[in-house]
């Protein structure tokens, strides 16, 4: 008889194989020594990733059993690009989860099936007969259903796209861990137009952008599509972003010359099987820079003209063009009023262009202007609540999520709720110029959250933002969200791997704006990093407090715009003079011997009056103002008495403190994480964060020397001294940071 080797070196028969489990114990000790010596970590270690993946990474899942049991085969149609998009999707995926790669089939032959499509494409979902009516265009159901007495899933729409996303949630349900077996789900957005704004120059340069160059390769385009881009639109349409600004509000004008309309058509042919249109910027005076006009004024027949035509051309390059994005008459822009007219005339000018198009003009309200000596955050509100209902339907007002500029912590922009007669869209910052760029852990979405969930008061109680965005409020059909991208050339995307969960965030949330940032961040972290709960619940935790710490150690209280000049890196509260005054930093906190804070109350700048009367009582009284508002309607004497007992110095002192806390707090719980994600990750995110604590010391002292000097105070016990002079932190220069308007 031929006998085989054990792995213990004994000689056994086949069949006796009792001295095996013995040899295994004795193994299993052996290896057990052998990763408790030093290096045996690296031995555990996960693969490294790169995070190009994002949160569509598809390992397998830890229960394999009820995800096989579902997905054992797909029918889905094939015969347009969107359903192949959304089939693939769905096989890799399921393959990538569940270790094996679903076949395709035309029916129902056994349990598990995952059915897809429209009642057009697909007799199998026609069969069903589901009630598709109240999901519109690009709802869908997810349901178990039995097909001919065998289990299946049906992912059903009344559009292609409606599918692709129907898919998306369903490997999202598989990827998070979530039962699989019982289905019933139904989706359809709350918010029409769902957009990225990219600041991306047509040199490649990205304003505001940490993450390297853009990912448009304008200079190889038409012809080299960059396997990145369908990598792109994947990532958009898995959380349901349906469009694309191509360009930098701050545009060339070139950017709607034909060499660069034929760019644009072979993005857009890349996107589309995605649902996502493109849209570009245009510049107001293009007509001048490159129609050879004397003029760009809204009124006159011959800038009419020219625009019409130019927008006919587009269509005719590229048939399902989404619109423009205008940013007129705002920090140098041209527009309108450089020729004695509104914002709504040159809007609508556009917007007619576009109407037989089914296009759409996203005009921004980011305007302010030094020639106007009224308060910044009165400006948008002055100059678009008189035109009010002016605007044509297929025109939608941009606004910031408040009146300033994208600070840590803004009150929402008082025009939400104040133009009843026009659709307003809001305008959210992804990318982090005003909260520590890519290298500080930010998670955004609390930030959104507590925006979209203010209450206006504009129509009586619960009339909030979200209200605002979704139409409901006033019933409007013609709604949207739009973000500024994060997103560059850099491998991971957006520059660091958790700027990646601000990007999910937001379309998630454009997709729903009632939506809850903690189960969002828990969604995001389970799909990017790892399903165990031991990492889950401590990576929420630092997502969800890390927001406040930047509040803290940047601008507490209501503090804002105090950062260094023009590049925005690092604390500048002393920045004052050059060429306007609402560029420095002296003219928001206005600090002096009394106090500090912009007094916009009725006895000071009466921004406060812009908002409907409930709020403006609550903002506009030292005794109601939330105190994370505090500084930012009141001026206030620095012994002013908080909430805490505190005076208003110790506890500014105090709160920029605990911002610094937070940051040692998150840099403990991920060194504790190490060996539970891959190294390479863990690696960075861990120097990332050794970044951010220094910057938070450094923003933390020399906001503390500076304000120290106008409040004359000692600080509170046991708070240390800035280790350097004011003189030093106000030397400091940074003349290459990134992202800096150019
Ligand atoms: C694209 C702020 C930014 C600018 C940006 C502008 C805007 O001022 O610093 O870089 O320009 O907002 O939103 O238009």
């Not at 026009?422 to 852990?441: D, N, R, S, V, W």
């Not at 001026?635 to 002013?640: A, I, K, R, Y």
């Not at 964060?689 to 004359?712: H, N, P, V």
Request: charged share 20%; with cysteine.
């Amino acid at each position: 008889m031929i006998s085989i080797t054990s792995r213990c070196g004994e000689r056994t028969p086949p069949r006796a194989r009792r001295p095996i489990p013995v040899c295994l114990a004795l193994l299993a000790l052996l290896l057990g020594l052998l990763l408790a010596l030093p290096g045996a970590a690296q031995a555990r270690a996960l693969p490294d990733e790169d995070g190009y993946a994002l949160w569509l990474r598809y390992l397998p899942v830890q229960q394999v059993a009820p995800l096989r049991a579902v997905s054992a085969a797909v029918a889905a149609p094939a015969a347009t690009p969107t359903q192949v998009v959304a089939r693939d999707e769905l096989r890799r995926g399921l393959e990538g989860l569940s270790g094996r790669r679903p076949a395709a089939v035309d029916g129902v032959p056994r349990d598990g099936v995952v059915v897809l499509g429209t009642p057009a494409s697909s007799p199998l979902v026609a069969a069903l007969d589901l009630d598709l009516a109240g999901i519109g265009e690009e709802g869908y159901l997810v349901r178990s259903v039995r097909i001919g007495g065998r289990a299946a899933t049906v992912i059903a729409a009344n559009s292609d796209i409606g599918v692709l996303y129907g898919v998306f949630h369903f490997l999202r349900l598989a990827q998070t861990g979530q039962p699989l077996a019982a289905l019933d789900v139904t989706q359809a957005p709350k918010v029409k137009v769902r957009v990225l704004n990219h600041w991306d120059n047509l040199d490649r340069y990205v304003e505001r952008g940490y993450a390297g160059e853009s990912i448009w390769d304008w200079h190889r385009l038409p012809d080299w599509l960059d396997p990145r881009y369908t990598d792109y639109a994947r990532a958009n349409a898995s959380i349901g972003i349906n469009g694309t600004v191509l360009n930098n509000v701050n545009t060339s004008a070139l950017a709607l010359t034909p060499m660069y309309l034929d760019k644009t058509a072979a993005l857009a042919s890349v996107f589309r099987p995605y649902g996502i249109k493109v849209y570009l910027s245009a510049r107001f005076s293009a007509p001048i820079e490159i129609g050879g006009l004397p003029t760009a004024d809204p009124l006159d027949p011959a800038v009419r003209r020219w625009w019409k035509d130019k927008v006919d051309e587009i269509y005719r390059t590229i048939p399902d063009f989404g619109g423009f994005l205008i940013k007129a008459n705002s920090e140098g822009q041209p527009g309108p009023q450089d020729y004695g007219r509104s914002h709504a005339d040159g809007a609508n000018m556009m917007a007619q262009a576009f109407a037989p198009h089914g296009g759409i003009v996203m005009w921004r309200a980011f305007v302010y202007s030094h020639e106007e000596p009224d308060d910044r955050h009165k400006q948008a509100y002055t100059e678009f609540v008189p035109h009010d209902g002016a605007f044509e339907p297929n025109v939608l007002v941009q606004v910031k999520n408040g009146a300033i500029d994208f600070q840590p912590r803004e009150p929402f922009h008082p025009l939400f709720g104040a133009m009843p007669g026009t659709p307003l869209m809001m305008e959210f910052q992804i990318t982090k110029e005003y909260l520590g760029f890519a290298t500080h852990l930010a998670y955004l979405a609390p930030m959104y959250e507590e925006v979209l969930r203010a209450d206006t008061h504009a129509r009586g109680p619960g009339s909030t933002v979200a209200k605002v965005v979704d139409g409901s409020l006033d019933g409007h059909a013609l709604t949207g969200m739009a973000g500024v991208a994060n997103i560059g050339v850099d491998r991971n995307w957006s520059g660091s791997h958790f700027d990646q969960a601000n990007w999910y965030a937001y379309g998630r949330m454009a997709w729903d704006p009632y939506a809850g940032s903690a189960d969002i961040a828990r969604d995001w972290v389970r799909m990017t990093f790892s399903t165990d709960p031991a990492v889950v619940e401590p990576v929420v935790g630092m997502m969800m407090g890390s927001r406040e710490a930047v509040v803290d150690y940047m601008t507490p209280l209501g503090l804002h715009h105090l950062m260094g000049r023009g590049h925005h890196y690092g604390p500048g509260p002393w920045v004052e003079g050059g060429p306007r005054a609402d560029w420095t930093s002296v003219y928001y906190h206005r600090a002096d011997a009394r106090g500090i804070g912009f007094d916009r109350s009725a006895g000071g700048s009466n921004a406060v009056a812009q908002y409907a009367p409930p709020v403006a009582a609550q903002f506009g009284n030292l005794e109601t103002v939330p105190e994370e508002f505090l500084l930012w309607f009141h001026h206030v004497p620095w012994d002013h008495r908080m909430a805490s007992g505190n005076t208003l110095w110790d506890e500014l002192v105090l709160r920029y403190g605990r911002g610094v806390d937070e940051v040692r707090g998150m840099r403990a719980t991920w060194a504790g994480l190490e060996g539970r994600i891959d190294p390479a990750r863990h690696h960075q995110v861990a120097v990332f964060l050794g970044i951010q604590e220094k910057e938070a010391q450094w923003w933390r002292d020399a906001s503390i020397a500076y304000f120290q000097t106008f409040a004359k105070r000692p600080l509170p016990a046991g708070q240390a001294a800035p280790p350097h002079s004011l003189e030093y932190y106000k030397s400091l220069q940074f003349p290459f940071a990134p992202g800096d308007g150019k």
